[in-house]
Nanobody, 136 residues
Framework: VQLQASGGGLVQAGGSLRLSCAAS????????ACWFRQAPGKGREGVSC????????YYADSVKDRFAISKDNAKSTVFLQMNDLKPEDTAVYHC??????????????????????????????WGQGTQVTVSS
């Protein structure tokens, strides 16, 4: 039971990549999903999340207007279209499902969280990430 990310690679600044994240062992249609990234020597950073229905989306300020998250529930797959990539986007990108209750009850906003900054216990089904390297 995991989420497997793919689609990373080496790209020049200003270029684009499309990441995919496929669920195995479970169906993604009943979960909201998120992308996180971790650069060398840095902590994990929330990038974007998408609601269960695949309509409502959330973005970190650092990627807003450049990245677009989408969800294909029929294929249990989440995508991250990344445009106008910058060297600071270089990181290993992971996807995860929101499995805890804080998001679905709306409690995350009362706690001062965003969907991608909740406690780690709210996320599940992590898998291996995919490396994205942006050259200047």
């Amino acid at each position: 039971v995991q989420l497997q990310a793919s689609g990373g690679g080496l790209v020049q600044a200003g270029g684009s990549l499309r990441l995919s994240c496929a669920a195995s062992g479970f169906t993604l249609d009943v979960f909201a999903a998120c992308w996180f990234r971790q650069a060398p020597g840095k902590g994990r950073e929330g990038v974007s999340c998408i609601h269960t229905n695949g309509v409502t989306t959330y973005y970190a300020d650092s990627v807003k207007d450049r990245f677009a998250i989408s969800k294909d529930n029929a294929k249990s797959t989440v995508f991250l279209q990344m445009n106008d990539l910058k060297p600071e986007d270089t990181a290993v990108y992971h996807c995860t499902a929101i499995t805890g209750p804080l998001y679905y009850t709306g409690g995350y906003s009362h706690g001062g969280y965003t969907p991608f900054s909740m406690p780690a216990s709210e996320y599940g089904y992590w898998g291996q990430g995919t490396q994205v390297t942006v050259s200047s």
